[in-house]
């Protein structure tokens, strides 16, 4: 008895993970337990890496609300310029702005490649899911992802949920471009 107590302690622990593992959140790692660590624009900017945040536990799919609403266009809240750093707001750096997001209407682009929306439900005015029929660099490909307001609408976070095609897993964390309109 008191072996198997050992033993279920020593399991608990084990899928606790240690107190650095629950910090590191850098590209392509996941914090085992899946849940998003929380960043601010601030120091989202600041961070070099441009972290990969999971929202969800790995290998599921957020839970969709009954109540989604089919829209014809991204919404305006979502429209704009998103740099995954500092430097991806920077015009005059256009050419190297890697982690750039610019969202319209009815496209979504990004360094290297373009993706066109359908099927757009709204969730929440905060959340919206949509199918995104990507061209870039020669190759065609398909995603699912969910698209996060945070902070007021200074934050936005895609996460892609279905057609991992490229490797993209996870979520991808924009802060608003300032002074920027698109």
């Keep these: 008895m008191k072996t198997q107590a050992i033993f279920g302690l020593a399991l608990l622990l084990a899928a606790c993970g240690s107190s650095d593992e629950a910090g590191n959140n ?3 790692e996941s914090s085992g337990g899946g849940a998003a660590v929380e ?3 601030a120091n989202l900017m600041e961070d070099p890496t441009n972290s990969v945040v999971p929202l969800t536990p790995p290998g599921s799919s957020p839970t969709p609300m009954a109540s989604a ?3 014809a266009a991204l919404p ?3 429209r704009g310029r998103w740099g995954m750093t500092v430097a991806d707001c920077n015009p005059a750096k256009a050419d190297v702005a890697k982690g750039l997001m610019v969202v319209a209407a ?3 682009t990004f ?3 373009r993706a066109t929306p359908a099927n757009i439900r709204l969730d929440t005015p905060a959340r919206l899911t949509t199918d995104l029929n990507f061209s870039g660099e020669g190759q065609t490909w ?3 992802a969910t698209m996060t307001l945070l902070d007021d609408g200074k934050t936005l976070v895609r996460e892609v949920t279905k ?3 490229l490797g993209m897993k996870g979520a991808q964390r924009y802060s608003r471009c300032p002074g920027a309109v698109s």
């Design 26 to 28: 850098s590209a392509g």
């Design 39 to 41: 960043q601010t624009p």
């Design 69 to 71: 609403t089919p829209v």
């Design 76 to 78: 305006d809240a979502y």
């Design 106 to 108: 009815d496209r979504l």
């Design 111 to 113: 360094y290297e490649s």
């Design 142 to 144: 398909t995603q699912t």
């Design 163 to 165: 057609g991992d095609d």
